[in-house]
């Protein structure tokens, strides 16, 4: 069980490129959310989704694109890098079950991102 | 909107009790989370809170008033490896979307 998995670890960019950072989960998590985190900050979400091909804009959603093409898998796409855009990212996932009242995301262990 | 306060730092000393607040302010409400974080890692889910009153797991406490819009996280017994910034976040009602506050980064004293 491998929980929640992020790739890459580590990534450097140059202004104006693209990328795309992955996420899958192997939980059969309903929600999926990523968030960036400047130093010394809390965490803030970029977007957000509740199900297969269920998207949504959290707080801080531009220059960022994300898919949910199938209950796994919510990848993060970098449209045009900029500087501003270096952040840890984390990817996490949660479970819908109410029945038992218990809303914990499991995060991955992130994406340190630097934008040149 | 909405907007969550906590203090930027508390410092405890090992052994002690200590506590750390979250008022918030959100148009819809569903429950109160709290996430502990260690420097360079992930956060790591502690405790939820739907309804008013005191959970307890283990020497972790957390509470809810919803009336208040305020809760809080009880730290007892408190060990070195307890410091670490602590994070409440609200699961927004009808979006199911989950904001987090700015965090309170507690270091704990031998």
């Known amino acids: 069980n491998a929980g929640v998995t992020q790739t890459p670890k580590f990534q450097v960019l140059k202004t104006g490129q693209s990328m795309t950072l992955q996420c899958a989960q192997d939980?059969?998590?309903?929600?999926m959310s990523w968030y960036r985190q400047d130093p010394g900050m809390g965490l803030r979400l970029i977007h957000y989704?509740?199900?297969?091909?269920?998207?949504d804009q959290g707080e801080v959603p531009n220059g960022y694109n994300v898919s949910r093409s199938t209950t796994e898998d919510f990848p993060l796409r970098l449209l045009s890098a900029a500087p501003s855009q270096t952040s840890v990212y984390f990817c996490?996932?949660?479970?819908?079950?109410?029945?038992?009242?218990?809303?914990?995301?499991?995060f991955g262990s992130g994406t340190r991102l630097t934008v040149v | 909107g909405q907007s969550l306060e906590q203090p930027s730092e508390v410092t405890a000393v090992e052994g002690a009790i200590v506590q750390i607040n979250c008022t918030y302010q959100?148009?819809?409400?569903?429950?109160l989370s709290w996430y502990q974080q260690h420097d360079g890692g992930a956060p790591t889910f502690l405790s939820y809170?739907?309804?008013?009153g005191l959970e307890e797991t283990g020497r972790f406490s957390s509470f809810l008033s919803r009336s208040d819009s305020y809760g809080y996280l009880l730290l007892q017994e408190l060990q070195m490896k307890d410091s670490a910034s602590y994070f409440c976040?609200?699961?927004?009602?009808?979006?199911?979307?989950?904001?987090f506050g700015s965090g309170t980064r507690l270091l704990v004293r031998p």
């Open positions: 939980m059969n998590h309903e929600y």
């Open positions: 959100t148009s819809g409400f569903y429950g």
């Open positions: 996490a996932s949660s479970s819908r079950d109410r029945a038992e009242g218990i809303y914990g995301y499991t």
């Open positions: 976040a609200v699961w927004m009602d009808s979006s199911y979307k989950l904001i």
């Open positions: 989704s509740v199900g297969a091909g269920i998207t």
């Open positions: 809170n739907a309804l008013d």
